[in-house]
């Protein structure tokens, strides 16, 4: 290894030394008592856990040592201009679609419409859920077992003081758009968040669902840790995409966490294109006969970003299928992982699962480090995956070339193609719309 | 129908593998008269072992420093399998058949007890009933007892002898080689075999030569409660070519032995070294009890430009096998080759792969793969492709297929692939299914029984690595193979 391992000592003391003062404005809320339980849970496994070092087989390619190096405070009020929030309105807020806001981590009425939502959805927010639905939110809070929590996961159940709870009722199909956005914006100051949202999808529900994270100022330096639940009941169907573009100094550790039951569908789509260190976890639990998972997957990277994509599909039952695309663009000097596991449990026979992770590297400076992994106790089954690291085809930019196409644009084209490839299998256009624009600025130095 | 065939299939697979495989055919124990330390190990004991090969001081410096070494590193345990602890203090580190006698010696010397043990494996040791073409060096415990053809290949130029009369007739070679690929400070069984290898093969081929025989070394553990340790030194020189084969038994016991050796390939501008290993170490029984630990660290530096090293290997037995084959592409536009067929039976555990590590430019690699487990066995591939900032235009292909048979085995693939530098192309794929149950219909309906038409298409799925052996290795690695499957499969 030529990355600088970090002694855990000195710089994750760091930050340890923070959690009491990121902890402050939980103090004295007035929450039900399992909820200050859990967060103590959460908050003792961090403390054991510890920011982890590439030393953690998870963390082989991503050092953390310039995240756990700064002092964040706790997220504040929302701070922007008029200015902005016309931009923020025009730019990600379909007039459509049902808009749930954050800004810096906390609830926005002005820029949300979710107080009247669709019939048969339920949308509010955490701090609401807790007073109004605190049992339906306690069963899925405490639904995973707490030693096997992640760091970030343990990190975000301490810490988390909003969020937003979704249900979606029994045979209700929501047409409608719901759409979780994040804005961070804070010159000055160094915030971190740790929104946690609780998706449920009733029996023979369907929805679509977007969760953006965006950052204003790409000067920004702040850290996300968003958490996101979800649970699906017997032939539910979720399209959910995921979008990120952070500012290009901040850091963002997410995980989706989704629990499927019989015969539900859960379409993935995650995008990530921002954010200095961007760490995405993608955990799939099919717990159910005839489930099915689509994990599809896009980075874009420039500069010297780093992007970390971990997905992780556990098949418990029989007659399942799970699908993963995940592609990558890189320039610069950016730096992508990707790790992938199928794990297949032995009773879960007839089942089918793929695996494909391409990464076309433009930038002479850029790493790659991938790890499609796969474990298998079952013998009935279909398990392939692959991985491929290249170059454009020299003879398709020649091809281009004869037929007058500028080297430079012959170039864009065929990366463009090979994004779209991915984004096309989003079928909603709005979605599809947004994460375009999202890539075009990692794809617009092929240009210059 | 094709329903009713599936079924078919898994009760019949289920019910075969309740049924006993056939024994292991080279579980015999050869009584004889042995030389052999007393258990333990310290610096006394690595002492000894130098001394009864009458070593040079340098040797046994280097020994000590690696056994100091040794001491303050941990047994590594990432390995994807389950073992119970190894007491390094109830091996006997030295164990000779007494009238091998000191140093070199001419095969018609070789003990007829030997002899006829080696025939018994099938190697016949008396130069008269040479294998066609094939070269042996003869393991016996802890040292070479014979080498066959050393004066035909000495006309050449080319040195093939134990390592223990390297040393003391090639001193020179050895000192500028060993420990060159794998430092005694490499990892804890690489640390422990610099400190009492005992014995292993050592080949030189000099400048321009293309070696007319297969060489080949037999590695035969026979004493109880000993374990072996050799080391296999191959140095290839400028546009020299040659062939390497090796093959290993052991009787069958209820004790684990452990097996860690060391086998350090160097190839030279424009040379080329082929490595195929036959590895039927003795298993274990049905329940797990008794079997090999084979702990072994083997890896090849291609250090001269356009140099080629090729690793090929059937690992058919072992109660746990852990080795990764690796190979250092320095040279630019070197070649590495990495080949293997993996079979798991019983409750057998297998952690093998390789590593392909790109430093020149150009270099390019090829894995091919292929893992077959049944019973209750678990089968892994791991394997770590990395190429280098320096390694410009670096190209690499892997391929790692897992077959599974019955409902108790499991099957891993951990491929880690690192790129430093972005010229560099790779690709890689990797499968796990069980038979096709078309297949098998399609054979039995043209009069082929279940075990018949099974052993034919494992032999399809494995084609691409037996075609990498030579001859007469292809046919005993199918035998094998057919052995092994028999009673597994249904």
């Given at each position: ?18 959690l ?24 003792t496994?961090?403390?054991k ?7 953690d087989e ?7 040592s ?5 002092r964040?405070t706790p ?7 008029p200015a902005?929030?016309k931009?923020?309105?025009?730019r990600y ?5 049902v ?8 609830p926005d ?9 669709p019939?048969?959805?339920?949308i ?16 899925i ?11 970030f996961?343990a ?13 979606i ?12 956005l994040?804005?961070?914006q ?8 740790f ?21 204003l100022?790409?000067e920004?330096?702040?850290?996300a ?18 979008a ?5 100094r901040a ?18 789509f995650s995008?990530a294109?921002g954010a ?9 639990v099919i717990n ?8 599809n ?6 500069k ?37 596991k199928i ?5 879960a ?9 391409k990464n076309?590297?433009l ?9 499609p992994?796969?474990?298998?106790f ?16 020299e ?7 004869a ?16 994004v ?8 909603r ?5 947004q994460?375009a ?12 | ?11 019949k ?11 292991y055919?080279y ?11 007393p258990?333990?190990?310290?610096e006394?004991t690595?002492r ?6 009458n070593?040079?001081g ?12 040794w ?15 190894i007491d390094y ?24 007890e030997l ?27 802890s ?19 134990s ?9 020179d ?7 060159s ?6 990892n804890?069984f690489?640390a ?7 014995d ?22 026979n ?9 296999t ?14 093959g ?13 050796a060391?086998?350090?390939?160097i190839?030279?501008?424009n ?9 039927n170490?003795?298993?274990g ?13 083997k ?48 409750r ?18 090829t894995?091919?793969?292929k893992?077959?487990?049944t019973?209750?066995s ?8 990395k ?8 190209r ?6 897992s ?9 891993n ?6 790129v ?7 690709e890689?794929?990797?499968s796990?299914?069980?038979i ?7 054979l ?12 034919l ?26 052995m092994?499957?028999?009673g597994?499969v249904?």
């Amino acid at each position: 290894m030529t990355d600088t391992m970090i002694a855990p000592t000195e710089k994750n003391s760091l930050f340890m030394e923070q959690l009491d003062t990121l902890a402050g404005p939980l103090k004295g809320e007035k929450s039900p008592g399992w909820v200050a339980r859990l967060r103590e849970e959460g908050l003792t496994r961090f403390r054991k856990t510890g920011i982890p070092t590439v030393k953690d087989e998870e963390w082989k390619y991503t050092n953390l040592s310039a995240l756990a190096g700064h002092r964040y405070t706790p997220a504040g009020k929302s701070a922007l201009s008029p200015a902005q929030r016309k931009d923020v309105r025009a730019r990600y807020c379909g007039e459509a679609d049902v808009n749930i806001v954050f800004v810096n981590g906390t609830p926005d009425k002005e820029l949300s419409n979710f107080g009247k939502p669709p019939t048969g959805v339920e949308i509010m927010t955490l701090s609401d859920a807790l007073t109004n639905n605190a049992a339906a939110v306690q069963e899925i809070w405490a639904h995973y077992d707490p030693q096997k929590d992640s760091a970030f996961v343990a990190l975000n159940k301490a810490l988390t003081r909003e969020g937003i709870y979704i249900h979606i009722k029994d045979k209700i199909i929501a047409n409608q758009l719901v759409h979780i956005l994040h804005v961070t914006q804070a010159d000055g100051e160094q915030i971190a968040t740790f929104p946690h949202a609780f998706i449920r999808l009733g029996k023979s529900s369907e929805a679509s669902i977007l969760e953006t994270h965006v950052g204003l100022n790409d000067e920004n330096i702040y850290l996300a840790d968003p958490l996101t639940d979800v649970f699906l009941e017997e032939n539910a169907t979720l399209h959910y995409s995921k979008a990120q573009k952070e500012s290009l100094r901040a850091y963002h550790v997410g995980t989706t966490r989704v629990w499927q039951k019989r015969d539900s569908t859960f379409n993935g789509f995650s995008l990530a294109a921002g954010a200095s260190i961007a760490r995405n976890n993608l955990d799939v639990v099919i717990n159910g006969e005839g489930a099915a998972a689509f994990l599809n997957g896009l980075y874009s990277v420039y500069k010297d970003q780093h992007v970390d994509n971990h997905t992780s599909v556990d098949h418990r039952v029989p007659n399942a299928t799970s699908n993963q695309l995940y592609k990558g663009v890189l320039n610069d000097a950016a730096r992508a992982v990707f790790n992938g596991k199928i794990f297949v449990q032995p009773i879960a026979q007839q089942t089918n699962s793929y695996q494909l992770n391409k990464n076309l590297v433009l930038g002479k400076e850029c790493q790659v480090d991938t790890k499609p992994q796969l474990e298998i106790f079952a013998d009935d089954v279909k398990c392939t995956h692959g991985a491929t690291i290249g170059q454009l085809n020299e003879d398709e930019i020649f091809y281009l070339q004869a037929r007058g196409v500028p080297r430079k644009i012959a170039a864009r084209l065929l990366t463009q193609g090979f994004v779209d490839d991915i984004l096309n299998r989003l079928t909603r256009d709005s979605v599809r719309e947004q994460a375009a624009r999202m890539v075009a600025p990692s794809l617009e130095v092929l240009e210059g | 129908m094709r329903k009713e065939e599936t079924k078919l299939l898994n009760e019949k697979t289920i019910e075969e593998n309740v049924l006993t495989s056939r024994d292991y055919k080279y579980g015999f124990y050869t009584e004889i008269e042995t030389d052999r330390i007393p258990k333990g190990l310290n610096e006394d004991t690595i002492r000894t072992i130098s001394q009864k090969k009458n070593e040079p001081g340098w040797m046994l410096e280097w020994r000590l420093k690696a056994y100091r070494h040794w001491l303050t590193m941990k047994e590594p345990h990432w390995a994807n399998f389950r073992y119970g602890p190894i007491d390094y203090q109830g091996v006997s580190y030295y164990s000779a058949p007494k009238k091998a006698g000191q140093g070199p010696k001419s095969i018609e010397e070789v003990d007829p007890e030997l002899r006829k043990a080696f025939e018994k494996l099938g190697i016949p040791l008396g130069e008269q009933k040479r294998l066609t073409g094939v070269a042996v060096d003869a393991v016996f415990d802890s040292v070479s007892v014979g080498t066959t053809h050393q004066t035909e290949l000495a006309k050449q130029g080319i040195i093939f002898c134990s390592m223990s009369e390297a040393i003391a007739r090639h001193g020179d070679l050895v000192k500028k080689y060993m420990g060159s690929v794998v430092p005694y400070s490499d990892n804890f069984f690489a640390a422990l075999n610099a400190a009492v290898f005992s014995d292993g093969s050592f080949c030189y081929i000099p400048k321009g030569v293309k070696c007319p025989l297969e060489l080949s070394t037999y590695f035969r553990i026979n004493a109880a409660e000993s374990g072996q340790f050799e080391r296999t030194l191959i140095v290839a020189e400028e546009g020299s070519c040659v062939s390497y084969l090796e093959g290993c038994t052991a009787p069958m016991r209820d004790e684990n032995q452990l097996h860690a050796a060391v086998v350090e390939l160097i190839a030279l501008d424009n040379a080329q070294i082929k490595y195929s290993t036959v590895q039927n170490w003795y298993s274990g029984d049905k329940e797990g009890r008794g079997g090999i630990y084979n702990f072994v660290t083997k890896r090849g530096k291609c250090l001269g430009r356009r140099s080629k090293i090729s690793w090929t290997q059937v690992e058919a037995g072992a109660a746990i096998t852990w080795k990764y084959p690796s190979c250092i592409l320095q040279g630019d536009d070197s070649v590495g080759e990495f080949y293997s067929v993996a079979l798991t039976n019983h409750r057998m555990q297998a952690d093998t792969g390789t590593k392909m590590i790109h430093i020149g430019k150009r270099t390019t690699s090829t894995i091919i793969s292929k893992g077959i487990s049944t019973d209750e066995s678990n089968n892994n591939y791991r394997g770590l492709v990395k190429i280098m900032p320096s390694a410009e235009r670096a190209r690499n292909f892997s391929q790692c297929d897992s077959m599974l048979v019955g409902n108790k085995c499991s099957a891993n693939t951990f491929p880690y692939i690192e790129v430093r530098n972005s010229t560099a192309t790779l690709e890689h794929e990797a499968s796990t299914s069980r038979i096709n149950a078309e297949q098998v219909f399609y054979l039995k309906s043209r009069g082929l029984d279940m075990e018949a038409a099974i052993s034919l298409i494992i032999n399809g799925f494995c084609k691409e690595v037996f075609n990498e052996l030579p001859m007469e290795f292809a046919v005993e690695a199918v035998r094998l193979l057919q052995m092994k499957l028999e009673g597994s499969v249904g």
